[in-house]
């Protein structure tokens, strides 16, 4: 049995992708998810999505994996892979469900006029931040893609950022006025368990309460989902 844990996933197919661009997609739940455990089940083809990170909250020292230990209610699984498509994995609750906040903001930042990352999973009605770590201007212009509702759009002079709060879950568009070729998603997801697959549609949670809950894939215009009860130890389940 082997485990990978890290709180980084890189995306190489995106169809937001900038060519060649290499971003980490930081996940944006709190410290549970950052724990990513895979099982051995599908190890061999998530190591190739999973990358070490600098940015590994603190908070991960005390998982259960960092001590050698299996995770408690894991649930690992497989998504349908969409070619040139990212799938993210919701684990959303059956039952009215509440989380604690999130332990540490989600950023998004803009380096050589590139966003990165160029997807952010993020916490409906939780802070994120919008940094300028360039030396140019640069402004940030959000909306929602399926409503086309304007989230923000801010002047964020070098060195400055902007903190929002997005108050409904779906995907963003993330521009700059200013240098057009500049875009980037953000996924805002209520529920704290969210993840990018793999390249092969490998995903997995930790910690996941027992009960019941909805497994929901959105892989570019493909939405899936499965229901899934969630018991002790590994929850193994595949979506197709
Ligand atoms: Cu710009």
Redesign the pocket.
């Given at each position: 049995m082997f485990w990978v844990r890290d709180s980084m996933f890189w995306v190489r197919d995106s169809r937001f992708g900038v060519p060649g661009s290499r971003f980490g997609v930081h996940r944006s739940t709190f410290s549970v998810l950052a724990s990513s455990v895979v099982c051995c089940a599908i190890a061999a083809a998530c190591s190739k999505s999973v990358a070490p990170s600098a940015q590994a909250p603190a908070a991960t020292a005390a998982s259960p994996a960092a001590a050698g230990a299996p995770p408690i209610n894991s649930v690992v699984g497989k998504a349908p892979s969409a070619a040139g498509a990212v799938a993210i994995v919701v684990l959303e609750p059956r039952t009215p469900r509440e989380f604690p906040a999130q332990t540490e903001v989600p950023v998004m930042d803009?380096v050589g006029?590139t966003f990165g990352p160029e997807l952010l999973l993020v916490r409906t009605g939780q802070p994120v931040e919008f940094r300028n770590s360039d030396d140019?201007?640069?402004?940030v212009h959000v909306m929602h893609e399926d409503t086309h509702e304007p989230a923000f759009n801010v002047a964020i002079p070098t060195g400055s950022s902007y903190t929002h709060t997005f108050t409904r879950d779906g995907f963003y568009h993330v521009g700059?006025d200013?240098?057009p070729a500049?875009a980037a998603s953000v996924f805002a997801a209520s529920s704290p368990f969210s993840a990018i697959a793999g390249a092969d549609g490998g995903f997995a949670f930790t910690d996941v309460p027992a009960g019941a809950w909805r497994i929901v894939v959105v892989a570019g215009q493909r939405r899936l989902q499965k229901d899934v009860e969630v018991g002790q130890g590994l929850t193994q389940v595949t979506v197709e």
């Open positions: 803009q006029e140019t201007l640069h402004n700059c200013i240098h500049m």
